[in-house]
């Protein structure tokens, strides 16, 4: 299981010294429930086991390594991120944790893209200042989104 590994790295997490903090983008559902989260070295949320928000954790949060570009209708990855040659390993089996964590990602991403298109914008903002993005190496049609 590729994010059982995500406690020991915790690099999504973290802002190295020197860097600006990182304000995490929010859903106008996430807006309600966290107001604001920022990373200024840690994040708030992590834990000894990773996040302490578990599921409930906001929608840019549990899309990473992941990082969607609403207006190309791409996905990219966060190549610095260590699970991502098991994560694209697993797309190839449909039943994987990489290819529930996509088909879950995609629904979500679909959902927004009628209802809070400025944060799929603002997120993939962040996103593309934040990380090396790189194409996920499938093919990612703009009708699959709409699944």
């Not at 840019?60 to 040659?85: E, H």
């Not at 629904?107 to 903002?125: H, M, P, R, Y």
């Amino acid at each position: 299981m590729p994010f059982d590994h995500c406690a020991e790295c915790r690099r999504c997490c973290f802002v190295e010294q020197g860097y600006p903090p990182l304000e995490i983008s929010l859903t106008k559902k996430d807006k309600k429930n966290y107001g604001s989260i920022c990373i200024e070295t840690n994040c708030p949320q992590l834990g000894p086991q990773g996040c302490t928000l578990g599921d409930a954790k906001p929608f840019s949060c549990k899309l990473y390594p992941l990082a969607y570009n609403p207006v190309a209708k791409q996905m990219f990855y966060d190549v610095d991120c260590p699970l991502m040659p098991e994560y694209i390993r697993q797309l190839k089996d449909v039943e994987s944790e990489a290819s529930q964590h996509l088909a879950s990602c995609k629904k979500e991403i679909a959902e927004l893209e009628k209802t809070d298109g400025k944060f799929l914008k603002s997120n993939f903002a962040v996103d593309s200042d934040y990380f090396e993005l790189k194409r996920l190496p499938i093919l990612y049609l703009a009708e699959e989104i709409k699944k």
